[in-house]
């Protein structure tokens, strides 16, 4: 069953001639709009509340490293979840499911209000994350089914540029409320938050079956796998396992993470960098990231995507090998910009990855590409930052560039043989 009907139904054969949908049509749509609210709630409520955690730990242990393992914990825990439980995204009606896990995330986050030792808020905050990827995976999923297939790039575009846009403006917020507001007066105003989103989430998201059989697998040709019903933590595994064997998705999946993550993993370094400039360098590359998500998105069509892809893959890590002599900030603030520009390349290897998943899989694929990424980022950001130790920062981002770079020269050839398969 897909919803929005007969929006798939109603596309052309050609899908890479559909004009791209305008943001203002997705949104009319009731479904697609509660999933939007949702995913604007919870990306402001994580990042206030992940600011306002890292104050704390930081001002309870002046330790660095604790600092940032608050800020790195979710991505670590939404691996966990993609490898273990992701399989909920399509093996359990996803309205009621979802509720469940914004009215979780919910708790995790209020529970911080309260005065709790330093693991407990750790463990808190793990288990936020692992249910916020959870949450995410069948938003995505739900997001494929809603648009349908050719409108999937344009709405990753509009849920991108809103993540960026909600991330800045909730890090900015946070940074107020730090000095003006207590710690437990935020966080049961963002645990509040988040049951609202739970509540648009019962009056928008439409009463849905879920797309798998509970507890069933996917074998090699992506049917109904022969050992009948498992556990979730089984089949996840399964799934996961199907999805990592085929060439077609392990191509795209390896092209979404790791030459993004390298390049991540070099921004990181901005601020041993550029020091007082660094805010330069991180607005540009937010700024350029939204810009080229709104171009590639909005007005580039999935044939115009996928002949850019290997420029737009190549412009994300060569402006960084420069960043090896000692610029001056202005230009590194441009070249950042630039740089940036280059992560809409995700867009189409995104939507390639819908197009090789099976509709019953949607929301487990999706939820796993999301959290290896963010998982990947919060890796090489880590690795980054210990070679910086030792080479040197301006080095250490050229390091990690021209490894992005290599990553991607290596993959090109196959992502094409795989796109003619």
Known sequence: MRTGGDTADRQPARADEVPPQSYTSLLRDPQ?????????????????????LGTIVNEETGSPFLTSFAIFAPSLASLVSAASLMSVADTRAPRRTMTLLQVGIAGTIGAQALPVPLWARFALLLLSGALTALSAGIRLGLVSLTVGRAGYAPARS??????????????AFGALLVRVASAPTVFCALAALMVLAAVVVVLCVRRLPPRSPVGRTATDAGTRGPRGTRSALGSTHAVNAWVLRQPRTRVLLLALWVPNGLVVGAESLFIPYAGTHAGFLLAAGAAGMMVGDLVVGRFVSRRGRGRINVAQRLLLAVPYLFFVLVLPWQLATVLAFVASLGFSASLHLQERLVQATPDERAGQVQGLEASGRTAGQGVCALAAGALAELVGPGAAISVFATASLAVTLVLSPLLRRSASD
């Open 158 to 171: 509009l849920l991108n540029l809103t993540n960026g846009a909600v991330q800045v403006t909730g890090y």
């Open 32 to 52: 697609f709009a509660g999933l939007f609210f949702t995913q604007v709630c919870t990306v402001l409520a994580t990042s206030v509340s992940g600011l306002y």
